[in-house]
């Protein structure tokens, strides 16, 4: 079964950091591109950035450049999302997503059921 | 960026009857050098993820019901359900992928009239 279960999420300061986990099953990981996508709950979805499948290319939204970065271990079957100088408006609910392309965008075709950041004082 | 705007931002549709979903790209999302739309619907249910629908403006995914069809070219695109089913009810969301950032519509939530 194709599968991808995000981790680390929970409640945090402003201006610290976090790292979400992305640990994916079910399909060979390093042939894909990966992406986090975020929602704050009853609201709309958010692109926050995509890796390709070697990562020799990344995208971040303008919202997380600087601040967020994307990585993965295809040796590992993982995916990473490092946040620093955290904000109150990155709470949301934060998705692992699979590319149905290697490049870095196509269509998403796999959602995992994501984790939440809350970002609070 | 580009901008993704979808209507209605709501819509009640009897069941077995069509519904009509609408989204507009503020650019041409149309490739020329394959003649692609980088367009994709999803289908989220409360509690849920979201599930892609179509891509290339209307290639289905597998597994999806033939009910749904996604149609358009360059900035004009459309999701339509043939014949409303009661498990269709979801908030729907068209994605440009044509370039970063790879932007949503607002969504539209579709109900039983």
């Known amino acids: 079964e194709v599968q991808l279960v995000e981790s680390g999420g929970g409640l945090e300061q402003p201006g610290r950091s976090l790292r979400l986990s992305c640990a994916a099953s079910g399909f060979t990981f390093g042939d894909y591109a990966m992406h986090w996508v975020r929602q704050v709950p009853g609201k709309g979805l958010e692109w926050v950035a995509g890796i390709n499948w070697i990562s020799g290319i990344s995208a971040h939204a303008d919202s997380v450049k600087g601040r967020f970065t994307i990585t993965r271990d295809n040796a590992k079957n993982s995916l990473f999302l490092h946040m620093s100088s955290l904000r109150p408006e990155d709470t949301a609910l934060y998705y692992c997503v699979k590319d149905i392309s290697s490049g870095l965008s196509e269509a998403f075709d796999i959602w995992g059921q994501g984790t939440m950041v809350t970002v609070s004082s | 960026d580009i901008v993704m705007t979808q209507s209605p931002d709501s819509l009640a549709v009897s069941l077995g009857e069509r519904a009509t979903i609408n989204c507009r790209s503020s650019?041409?999302?149309?490739?020329?050098?394959?003649?692609?739309?980088?367009v994709a619907w999803y289908q989220q249910k409360a509690g849920q993820p979201p599930k892609l629908l179509t891509y290339?403006?209307?290639t289905r995914q597998s597994g999806v019901p033939d009910r749904f069809s996604g149609s358009g070219s360059g900035t004009d695109f459309t999701l339509t359900i043939s014949s409303l089913q009661a498990e269709d009810v979801a908030v729907y969301y068209c994605?440009?992928?044509?370039?970063?950032?790879?932007?949503f519509g607002q969504g539209t939530k579709l109900e039983i009239k």
């Open positions: 994605q440009q992928y044509y370039s970063s950032p790879y932007t």
């Open positions: 290339w403006a209307s």
């Open positions: 650019q041409s999302v149309l490739y020329s050098y394959n003649n692609k739309n980088y």
